[in-house]
Each structure stands twice: as C-alpha cells, then as structure tokens.
C-alpha cells in the first residue's frame, strides 16, 4: 500500500515545481519587456520625428514648386482700346502671373487713359491686380489720379479700372484737388477716360468741395 504521507508530499513538490516553473516564465517576459519596450518607445518617436521632419520637407518642396509655376515679370506693358477706340497702357514696375486664376499681381502699377490728344488721365498706386479675362484693373493702395487736361488730381485708397469701357470707379472715399478748388466724397466714377467725373456721397459722408474764386472767375 501507498504511505499517505508520501503521496501528499509528491503532490507538495509538483506544485512547488509548477509554481517555480511558472515564476521563471514570468520572470522571462518581464525580462524580455523590459529589453523591448525601451526599443519600441525609441522607434516609435524616431518614426513620428522623422515623419514630422518628412512634411516639413514635403510642404517646402510643395510650396517651392507652386512658387516655381508662377511667371515673374521685371517689367509689365500692356496696350489695349476701349469700346470706343480710346487706348489706355497698363504698366508697372514688376508683375507675378497667378497659374490658377492667370491674373497678374502688379507692384507699382501706373495706367494711362488716353481721351485723344493730350488729354491723359494717369493713375498710379502701390500695388493692384490685372485681370486680364476679366477685363479689369483694381489698384490700391495710395492710388493718385492725375487729370492733364484740367490738372485735378484725386487721392484714394482704391481704384477699379473696366479696360472694356475705360469707366473708373472706387467706393472707399476720394479727395481730390485742382485749380478750382478741392473736393472729397465717399465715392466716384470716371467715365470717357476723364472727360467727366461724377462724385457720390453716403449716408454722413456727404460731398463736400470748395471752390477757388480767383481761379473760377479768371
């Protein structure tokens, strides 16, 4: 017969080996993960490093080759008539042509009207955009309006030029000045390339002028 005592004490020393057994398992991946997570944390924020090194490398090769597409111009001429015959020059001191909407940003622009003769009404101004589909001109800021037949000059933040009937308008107020006088409204219009000027006035910011006798009168 079997000693119960002995088979007890087997029993004993098959749990304790199960037990030891399982401990150096466990002992083993924590062993293990402690070799690889120091590795994976090094991984993972070298990939995100490199991946926001690798954007910032793509965003500038992206914004490069959007600048390349773009034609620059030193010097931009433009000679073209109204609908009536009158012709009128768009120049300016440098342009960049926009491949998407193929309008031309213009820096220091300067515009001639011509009426006929030597009446020529000469607009100038910081910057602007010629939409040449459009058939427009919008220049701004400092945009000085210079009259050579009757020597008026007009000063305002923004003028719009329609290349198709030669008609200048501008809506953010005008001051203006001349032989006769001096004159400032909310807005106005150019039309016959300067032959007639009409100025508007809104809600309180009426037209306003003064008129020089001396000049008026002789």
């Given amino acids: 017969m079997t000693d119960p005592a002995d088979s007890h004490a087997h029993q004993d020393e098959a749990r304790v080996a199960a037990t030891a057994k399982a401990f150096r398992e466990r002992s083993r991946r924590v062993q293990l993960l402690r ?3 120091p590795v994976a944390i090094i991984v993972l924020a070298g990939g995100t ?18 600048t390349s597409r773009e034609i620059r111009l030193d010097t ?42 030597r009446k020529v ?20 800021p400092n945009v000085r309006i210079s009259d050579g037949g009757s020597g008026f000059t007009l ?7 329609d290349t198709a009937t030669g008609i200048v308008t501008g809506n953010k107020g005008v001051q203006g000045s001349g032989p006769l006088g001096t004159i400032s409204a909310s807005s106005y219009v150019i039309r016959e390339q300067g032959a007639r ?13 003064t008129i020089n006798p001396a000049r008026s009168n002789g």
Avoid: C
């Fill in 76 to 117: 931009l001429r433009f000679h073209g008539q109204d609908a009536e015959g009158r012709s009128f020059v768009i120049g300016a001191k440098g342009a960049v042509r926009d491949p998407d909407t193929g309008r031309y940003r213009l820096v220091g622009p300067a515009l001639r009207l011509n009426l006929g003769g």
């Fill in 197 to 209: 000027i009409e100025f508007r006035g809104a809600g309180e910011n009426k037209v306003r002028g």
């Fill in 155 to 161: 000063v305002t933040p923004e003028a719009v030029v």
């Fill in 49 to 66: 490093i490199s991946w926001i090194v690798l954007r910032s490398v793509m965003s500038d090769v992206e914004r490069k080759a959007g």
């Fill in 35 to 37: 070799r690889i997570l």
């Fill in 121 to 140: 009404t000469t607009l100038t101004a910081d910057g602007g955009v010629y939409d040449e589909a459009g058939k427009t001109v919008t220049i701004g």
